[in-house]
């Protein structure tokens, strides 16, 4: 229960970032390539003028969005982001703000990936920088890689790889670690 608490929450905050993207690319009628991963091919929608609904080309993944601008996403498959920006509510309150270059959902698992420059700051304390972010949501693990910089409380760390979880509370540093209290 808890990690279908923390997953809804998480398609809630890329559901938002998600519904910007789709309303910006929505309001140029002629151009619909928004995918990396699918250039030639454009979203099916209801409307020329707005859109309201579509298909992720690709994919059985279809998204609709309500007069209130908020997006669903439903169906099965792996949905691919440009320019993430969010927030992750976790379930004790906290809130985790994510940016990214890029990223992938899995909507079969609910698991993500996010890459092209991470940074993820948990609203408790803590920040994790990385080229690449993954969370496997089942299990609440959060593996960064590249380049990975973590500072909580008063500590900072440098490694290969870090793994932890979405509370940040405890950390698996590995390839070229270094902690070290203060700045680094």
């Given at each position: 229960m808890k990690n279908f608490k923390k997953f809804t929450a998480f398609v809630l905050a890329l559901c938002m970032?998600?519904?910007?993207?789709?309303a910006a690319f929505a309001a140029e009628v002629d151009e619909h390539t928004v995918y990396e991963s699918?250039?030639?091919?454009?979203?099916t929608v209801q409307s020329a003028e707005a859109?309201?609904?579509?298909?992720?080309?690709?994919?059985?993944?279809k998204w609709s969005l309500d007069s209130k601008g908020w997006l669903t996403i439903s169906g099965s498959g792996e949905a691919v982001m440009k320019g993430v920006k969010g927030k992750i509510y976790r379930e004790?309150?906290?809130?985790?703000?994510?940016?990214?270059?890029?990223?992938?959902?899995?909507?079969d698992d609910?698991?993500?990936a996010l890459d092209?420059?991470?940074?993820?700051?948990?609203?408790?304390?803590g920040e994790i920088t990385a080229e690449e972010?993954?969370?496997?949501?089942?299990?609440?693990?959060?593996?960064?890689?590249?380049?990975?910089?973590?500072?909580?409380?008063?500590?900072t760390a440098l490694a290969d790889k870090i793994v932890t979880s979405s509370k940040f509370d405890h950390f698996k540093l590995s390839g070229h670690a270094e902690v070290q209290k203060g700045e680094l």
């Open positions: 970032v998600f519904s910007l993207s789709v699918a250039p030639e091919e454009e979203i859109a309201t609904s579509g298909t992720i080309p690709g994919s059985s993944i004790d309150g906290s809130v985790i703000d994510v940016m990214a270059g890029g990223g992938k959902i899995n909507n609910k698991n993500f092209r420059g991470v940074k993820a700051t948990l609203s408790t304390g972010i993954r969370w496997n949501q089942k299990d609440d693990i959060i593996t960064a890689t590249g380049k990975v910089k973590v500072v909580k409380d008063e500590h």
